[in-house]
């Protein structure tokens, strides 16, 4: 049985999938949006896109929308994810830029979860866990590959070393080409439910394919599933209110 991350009074890893709703705007006008949207749709916690918004580097800009979240969704867990264009996101920058930009963002005091993408090397990820867990916050370490579904081996391999990185949870996301990717996701994400249970696993097989993947974690052993109230952030991810009565009719 995996081990089970409490953040507010949210259980990770205990339970039927937990639902997270990516917040995926570019300005605050638009996040308002998101945020009252979020406020009516089955949710556990949120993760704010942040490669998404303008000028998100410049603290006067990202402050706003961190005290939105605070103030109106005080309830729920903040995720906060840079994903740069290395794992599929939108922003191009450089490792000291983005270890600059995730500490000061912990240090804040406005977040719950840190993503981390294991891309930008072991020496960021360390860096990371340590002044996030000083600020008691915890890290998702994280693995995208947008263009296929590599061997469970090197999957597994990744997952691995973000536990012993001391990630809180680790999370893969990949790209099916056919029926049998998505298998072998699922059947990856059993072998670390089965034999690596050390921290939750968030796993999940993309675009129209993958679907399947989004909704049967609590019997493969995903933690965390993304649904979306409004836009998306990603191929495959179904409205949160539909991925709620699935994920209670598996339940």
């Known amino acids: 049985m995996n081990k089970v991350v409490t953040v507010k009074n949210i259980k990770i890893g205990e339970g039927i999938p937990k639902i997270a709703i990516p917040i995926s705007d570019s300005d605050y006008a638009g996040i308002k949006k998101s945020v009252n949207l979020i406020m009516n749709s089955p949710c556990d916690l949120i993760e704010w896109r942040g490669d998404f918004y303008n000028d998100v580097t410049d603290p006067e800009v990202r402050i706003k929308p961190l005290t939105l979240f605070r103030n109106q ?43 981390v993408e294991l891309s930008r090397g072991e ?3 360390r860096t990371i866990v340590q002044a996030a867990h000083d600020a008691g916050v915890k890290v998702m370490g994280s693995r995208h590959n947008f263009k296929n579904t590599p061997d469970k081996d090197v999957i597994i391999r990744s997952l691995v070393k973000m536990q012993e990185l001391g990630c809180d949870l680790v999370k893969y996301a990949v790209m099916p080409q056919s029926e049998r990717d998505v298998l072998t996701l ?22 129209h394919l993958g679907v399947v993947s989004r909704i049967c974690g609590q019997v493969f052993g995903s933690a965390i599933t993304f649904g979306t109230a409004g836009k998306a952030s990603a191929p495959g991810q179904l409205p949160a209110n539909g991925l709620s009565i699935f994920l209670k009719s598996l339940s």
Not at 73 to 89: A, K, Q, Y
Not at 91 to 96: A, G, L, P, S, Y
Not at 187 to 193: S, V
Not at 195 to 205: A, H, I, L
């Open 73 to 115: 969704l005080w309830n729920l867990p903040v995720l906060f994810t840079i994903r740069t264009d290395v794992e599929g996101g939108m922003m191009e920058i450089d490792t000291k830029d983005y270890t600059d930009l995730l500490l000061a963002v912990i240090d804040s005091g406005l977040i719950d979860i840190v993503d």
């Open 123 to 125: 020496k960021t990820v």
């Open 186 to 207: 699922l059947d990856t994400t059993l072998t670390m439910k089965e034999e690596y249970s050390d921290t939750p696993v968030v796993t999940m097989s993309m675009g």
